[in-house]
């Protein structure tokens, strides 16, 4: 995320580290769930 903006305390967000040709990154995916009831 850039540092402008910020997520909301309720969010979560998955991070995890990749390597991508020697060098380390920080990625982050927002958790989506999609819960239906009957």
């Known amino acids: 995320m850039s540092d402008g903006s910020h997520a909301p ?3 979560i967000n ?3 580290k990749a390597k991508t040709n ?3 990154e920080d ?11 009957n």
């Open 9 to 11: 305390k309720e969010r």
């Open 14 to 16: 998955i991070t995890y």
């Open 22 to 24: 020697g060098q380390n």
């Open 27 to 37: 990625v982050e995916l927002p958790l989506k769930l999609m819960v239906m009831a």
